[in-house]
Antibody, heavy 121, light 107 residues
Framework: EVQLVESGGGLVQPGGSLRLSCSGSGLSFSTYGIHWVRQAPGKGLEYVSAISDNGESTHYADSVKGRFTISRDNSKNTLFLLMSSLRVEDTAVYYC??????????????WGQGTLVTVSS | DIQMTQSPSSLSASVGDRVTITCRASQSISSSLNWYQQKPGKAPKLLIYAASSLQSGVPSRFSGSGSETDFTLAISSLQPEDFASYFCQQTYLTPRTFGQGTKLEIK
């Protein structure tokens, strides 16, 4: 069974930093691109960042570019999101999602349970 | 970025009803359109990919259609477990943008 488990969320002050982790199991982790998607309380879904299977290619939403850094350690089946210069508007549940690739229309076929990040003074 | 516009934003219906939700892209996206279902407090679930392909395990009462800029998610006979929020997503270009969502409520 494929599982993605996020951790690292919590309460942080504006301007602060936080590192999220996503641990994968039940899949050949190094074979897939993995993304981060967030959802502010009561709001819709927002793409945040993506990393290719080998980690060589990354992409960021304009809203987080220059503040967030995505990385992965395939030897530990783990994805990271380092978030710095956090803003109140970054408050959201952050989901780690697996890219289904061509076979699934590049949709997100597996999602983690999410980890809540709250940015507040 | 490609903008995705869903309608309606909310919808009230009864068990057994047929409902449709539409999604319009700001430019042509071929068939690169996915649909997700999200229940309160849970992660979204992939329902339909590539506009019309049913994800494994999803009931056949769900169907998707459309291409280019206009897409539709249909639920043929609503069941109690279908009352949830639905989101479309384009995967034609990065960032893979989502629609704002449609909340399907019990009438």
């Amino acid at each position: 069974e494929v599982q993605l488990v996020e951790s690292g969320g919590g309460l942080v002050q504006p301007g602060g930093s936080l590192r999220l982790s996503c641990s994968g199991s039940g899949l050949s982790f190094s074979t897939y691109g993995i993304h981060w998607v967030r959802q502010a309380p009561g709001k819709g879904l927002e793409y945040v960042s993506a990393i290719s299977d080998n980690g060589e290619s990354t992409h960021y939403a304009d809203s987080v570019k220059g503040r967030f850094t995505i990385s992965r350690d395939n030897s530990k089946n783990t994805l990271f999101l380092l978030m710095s210069s956090l803003r109140v508007e970054d408050t959201a549940v952050y989901y780690c999602v697996k890219d289904g690739g061509y076979s699934y229309g590049y949709g997100y076929d597996y999602w983690g349970q999410g980890t809540l990040v709250t940015v507040s003074s | 970025d490609i903008q995705m516009t869903q309608s309606p934003s909310s919808l009230s219906a009864s068990v057994g009803d047929r409902v449709t939700i539409t999604c319009r892209a700001s430019q042509s996206i071929s068939s690169s359109l996915n649909w997700y279902q999200q229940k309160p407090g849970k992660a979204p679930k992939l329902l339909i990919y590539a506009a019309s392909s049913l994800q494994s395990g999803v009931p056949s009462r769900f169907s998707g259609s459309g291409s280019e800029t206009d897409f539709t998610l249909a639920i043929s006979s609503l069941q109690p477990e279908d009352f949830a929020s639905y989101f479309c997503q384009q995967t034609y270009l990065t960032p893979r943008t989502f629609g704002q969502g449609t909340k399907l409520e019990i009438k």
